[in-house]
């Protein structure tokens, strides 16, 4: 479903995002992306979505190479993935029923077929009653809630949450990623970055974390279909995940392991 | 394209008045000019084809000459090869002419009769360059009392009118450029004050032409709006002064200006401001929209 391979972005000051990233995320999956701020997280969100480029390697989205993609295909791609933005990206001067709109008047979908996607999505995710308010009226979770809605009406394959409880409380956090689960238990691919210990202890699921854009472990659980037919240019991904699963489910908490490793992740 | 994206148009215009008004009026000013200016070039082309329909000679007789001695007057000029058409007026004919140029005038009307009326020959020539011969040949005749002879008064108003148009034209261009790069100023700002809805958009899949369709349209409806204001206001000038211009140009048969013509230069005008619109919203996109 997805794949980077050999992915490096340099920046044109010099500074490498991301330096010769490697993995592979199956159909169905929930990735947790995991790292410190300037990890290089957000840069894989941008690659994916063609936001940026990178400088080599190749990124694979649904069999589409990315890369390579003509810029007139790049909105098709964009529809194909919904992305929950780290800082939101909601428009403040329209409603919450507009701001959840959008995508599917961008697709061109009928004004009465939308507005019965978007009312059944908003009541999915807890919001139809605040789909007249506009979204300074509302906490930070009924915004994450939206911002979820916002990028589910397309029917993704995949959905990319960029920190999406990095300003919630405890108890709306584990509200937000339990509506991500019951997403992706529909079939969604997940791919969520955070830095929250407690979610990625509950949820466990695989785990991809990064420092200073460089991989430093993928640990947990792939798919048995996916392994299966991982080819080889994953075999190092694979050693990781050996090693990760040698390990007791419950001792597997990476940002704690690695930060007694090293101080700097 | 969807009407969601003309929603989205009136939005824009709405979310903004005084851009939106400005816009507007430069383009209406713009359009005022053009339709003076064709009311100008359409006045003058009309006076030309008047004079230019009138005889270009005309050679007014003494009261005692005798008909004969005009035929074989009027035998020697066709003689000459170089006359394209020549009409005799007699005293009563011009008496005639006299009675219904004036017939709303009765007092013009009892103070003359045929007698004080001089006969008359009208003449045009093939090229206009043999008028001075014409007119030479007809002031040495005994019988001619009086040469009237118009070659100046249509050179001048050629000469004029051509003028005009030079001016008036490079006045149209200069102001359709003025009203570009205030268009293309005012449609950046609102890219610029939209730029982070835009990248949203873009971010959530919208393509290239669903985000720009907006923009242009927008022009568009400034351009269009401001040529029906301007056709308006010029238009309307026109009516107000069409009885006194009537009176003064009479003779001319320019007034009242047809509604034809005058619906004609709506469409050409909207025409006009569409392409204008169009033109100055898709540079903007092209240099705010990358």
């Known amino acids: 479903m997805i794949r980077l391979d050999k992915v490096s972005k340099q920046f044109s000051t010099g500074v490498f995002a991301l330096s010769d990233i490697s993995f592979e995320i199956e159909k169905g999956e929930f990735v947790f992306l995991i790292g410190p701020t300037g990890s290089g997280k957000t840069t894989i969100f941008r690659l994916l979505t063609r936001e940026t480029l990178p400088t080599s390697g190749e990124v694979i989205v649904d069999n589409w190479d990315v890369v390579k993609l003509p810029s007139n295909k790049i909105s098709h791609l964009r529809k194909k993935i919904g992305v929950v933005f780290q800082d939101l990206k909601l428009l403040m001067d329209r409603t919450i029923f507009e701001n959840v709109i959008l995508p599917l008047e961008v697709s061109g979908i009928e004004s009465v077929a939308a507005t019965k996607i978007v009312e059944e999505i908003m009541e999915k995710v807890g919001i139809l009653q605040h789909r007249d308010k506009f979204p300074i009226q509302l906490s930070g979770g009924e915004l994450q809630r939206a911002a979820i809605a916002r990028a589910l009406t397309l029917e993704p394959d995949v959905l990319l949450a960029d920190e999406p409880t990095g ?7 584990m509200e937000i990623v339990n509506l991500l689960s019951e997403i992706n238990k529909k079939g969604t691919t997940i791919m969520m970055a955070t830095h929250n210990e407690d979610i990625i202890k509950a949820l466990s699921k695989r785990v991809i974390a990064l420092n200073n854009g460089k991989l430093i472990g993928i640990t947990g659980k792939k798919p048995k279909a996916s392994i299966e037919h991982s080819d080889k240019k994953s075999a190092n991904i694979e050693v990781k995940e050996k090693k990760s699963e040698d390990r007791p489910e419950e001792e597997f908490n990476p940002v704690i392991k690695k930060e007694d490793e090293n101080e700097d992740f | 394209m969807k009407t969601k ?7 824009n215009i709405r979310r903004s008045p005084y851009q939106a008004f400005a816009a507007v009026f430069v383009m209406s000013l713009t359009f005022l000019f053009i339709s003076f200016f064709t009311f100008l070039l359409f006045g003058s082309s009309k006076a030309i084809s008047y004079f230019e329909s009138r005889p270009q000679v005309t050679a007014f007789f003494k009261n005692d000459v005798k008909k004969a001695d005009i035929d074989n007057l009027k035998s020697q000029l066709m003689e000459t090869g170089k006359i394209s058409n020549v009409k005799f007026v007699s ?10 140029q004036n017939k709303n005038d009765p007092l013009l009307l009892e103070l003359v009769t045929a007698d004080i009326l001089p006969a008359s020959l009208e003449i045009s020539t093939i090229k206009i360059e043999d008028l001075s011969t014409i007119n030479n040949m007809l002031k040495n005749s005994p019988l001619v009392s009086e040469v009237v002879f118009q070659k100046d008064v249509v050179s001048v108003l050629t000469s004029w009118t051509n003028a005009l148009r030079g001016i008036g034209l490079s006045l149209i261009i200069v102001l359709s450029l003025v009203s570009i790069f205030i268009m293309v100023t005012i449609i950046g700002v609102k890219i610029s004050h939209k730029k982070e809805d835009i990248e949203i958009m873009r971010l959530i899949g919208a393509d290239r032409w669903y985000v720009r369709w907006p923009f242009i349209l927008e022009g568009i409806s400034y351009g269009i ?21 009537s009176s003064f140009l009479k003779g001319m048969s320019i007034f009242p200006v047809s509604l034809l013509f005058l619906f004609g230069m709506l469409g050409v005008e909207i ?12 540079l903007a996109v092209l240099r705010y929209l990358k």
């Open chain 2, 271 to 282: 025409i006009v401001a569409v392409v204008l619109g169009a033109l100055s919203s898709f």
């Open chain 2, 225 to 245: 709006v401001g040529a029906i204001l301007g056709w308006v206001i010029s238009s309307g000038a026109l009516w107000i002064a069409t009885p006194a211009l």
């Open chain 1, 167 to 173: 300003n919630l409380d405890q108890v709306t956090a």
């Open chain 2, 5 to 11: 994206t003309f929603k989205t148009t009136w939005w």
């Open chain 2, 91 to 100: 005293q009563q004919d011009a008496l005639n002419i006299y009675k219904e």
